[in-house]
């Protein structure tokens, strides 16, 4: 399986470095940039992690408000797929955020805990932000539910590598 993943990170980065190489080109400057932002790791696996996690919002939610949508009263369809969704999501972000993209270690239960504590605090704040958002595009405008979960998902990415960052997943 660890020869799989490299091989496949190996691809990426390859093809990744490629397009940088040809952006590079065209502007040595936005070449530049593309190559610092590709070379910080932490950005970069940042990124998957909140791609992974984005896509366990997004098929949590579709799985809720779709085949089991019938479950629940129309007028709160939304709110409740997205809650799932987000409670999904977040168990499934902080395991991948710790493990993969911050590695930080918790030394005793009670640090786990404080660490886990933060990160569910932050994501109240990027849900909060999220479950307004989706009331307001998709219940008062009448946008497309689909469509607003994933442009709002990625306002959401944002924002929770900020908190990650500054409050959570602090290196010691």
């Keep these: ?35 610092r932002l590709w070379n910080n790791t932490e950005l970069v696996s940042y990124l998957f992690a909140g791609v992974a996690t984005t896509l366990v919002n997004y098929v949590v939610y579709y799985i809720v408000t779709r085949p089991f949508g019938w479950l629940i009263p129309e007028a709160m369809l939304t709110t409740v797929g997205t809650c799932i969704a987000w409670v999904l999501a977040v168990l499934f972000g902080y395991v991948v955020n710790k493990v993969f993209v911050f590695h930080t270690k918790s030394a005793t239960r009670m640090e786990l805990l404080r660490e886990f504590g933060s990160f569910v605090a932050m994501r109240l704040v990027s849900f909060g932000m999220e479950l307004a ?11 497309n539910d689909l469509v607003m979960k994933l442009v709002i998902n990625i306002l959401v990415i944002i924002a929770n590598y900020v908190f990650s960052k500054l409050f959570i997943f602090r290196k010691k």
């Design 1 to 35: 399986m660890n020869t799989i993943l490299k091989s496949v990170w190996g691809l990426i980065d390859a093809l990744a470095r490629a397009v940088i190489a040809l952006i590079g080109k065209v502007s040595p400057g936005l070449g530049g940039f593309c190559e």
């Design 133 to 143: 958002l989706m009331f307001l595009t998709v219940d008062i405008l009448g946008l």
